[in-house]
């Protein structure tokens, strides 16, 4: 049973603009999120993370956003670089959990 | 400084061989992560070390799965009578401590099983 969900397995946007990731998730009991950044033959990196008492999360051009009534986040990237083009994962645990749990990821393209 | 290193970064093995994984930490990383993931798949969660004690093994698949940290650093995945399913790529993650802590993942190591 899947508890993190990236409904959507690819986006491109141009360079310049925003790209918006989704992530949904069912556990109740999640209480902080993370992104990841994933090249290929590489590990994931982490990117930005948000805890449950919070509802932004800001880092440069990345921002996280938490809606827990809609036990939903997304991630965004402002302004897109050709850089940015990887795989991106969400992930989630709950408060003095050992477990992460991951989403299935989202291949981003940023357009030249 | 270095990063967490995995080796090999390719094993291949015949069905029903036994496989060993290693993961080396980042030095001082007290909390030690292994992954699972399966094409078109995110990271799942294996096993958790803190320190030399497996604190969270719930996520090994079955009993032919086994991982070890004797010291507090280096680990071994140990895979048994290996199975055409156990085939993907294993991430191996370190941390300053659990939750709250960034992970930092290694590169993995594909395996493949034929």
């Known amino acids: 049973d899947q508890q993190v969900k990236q409904n959507s397995p690819s986006l491109s946007v141009q360079e310049g603009r925003i790209s918006i990731l989704n992530c949904d998730y069912t556990?109740?009991?999640?209480?902080?999120f993370l992104w990841y950044k994933k090249y290929p033959a590489e590990g994931p990196t982490f990117l930005i993370s948000?805890?449950?008492?919070?509802d932004k999360n800001e880092d440069g051009r990345f921002t996280v956003f938490l809606n827990k009534s809609a036990k939903h986040l997304s991630l965004h990237i402002v302004p897109s670089q050709p850089g940015d083009s990887a795989v991106y994962f969400c992930?989630?645990?709950?408060?003095?959990?050992?477990?992460?749990?991951f989403g299935t990821g989202t291949s981003l393209t940023v357009i030249p | 400084g270095a990063g967490v290193s995995q080796t090999p970064s390719n094993k291949v093995t015949e069905k029903g061989k036994y496989v060993e994984l290693r993961c080396d930490p980042i030095?001082?990383?007290?909390?030690l992560y292994w992954y699972r993931q399966s094409l078109g798949q995110g990271p799942e969660f294996l096993i958790y070390?803190?320190?030399?004690?497996?604190?969270?093994d719930s996520g090994l698949p079955n009993d032919r799965f086994f991982a070890v940290r004797p010291e507090g650093s280096v680990s071994t995945l140990k895979i048994q009578r290996t199975e055409r399913g156990d085939s993907a790529v294993y991430l191996c993650?370190?941390?300053?401590?659990?939750?709250?802590?960034?992970?930092?993942f290694g590169p993995g190591t594909r395996l493949t099983v034929t």
């Open positions: 993650a370190s941390s300053l401590g659990g939750q709250g802590y960034e992970q930092y």
């Open positions: 556990n109740s009991m999640f209480d902080y």
């Open positions: 948000i805890s449950s008492i919070k």
């Open positions: 992930a989630a645990s709950s408060l003095g959990g050992n477990q992460f749990y």
């Open positions: 030095s001082g990383h007290t909390a």
């Open positions: 070390f803190q320190g030399t004690g497996a604190a969270d």
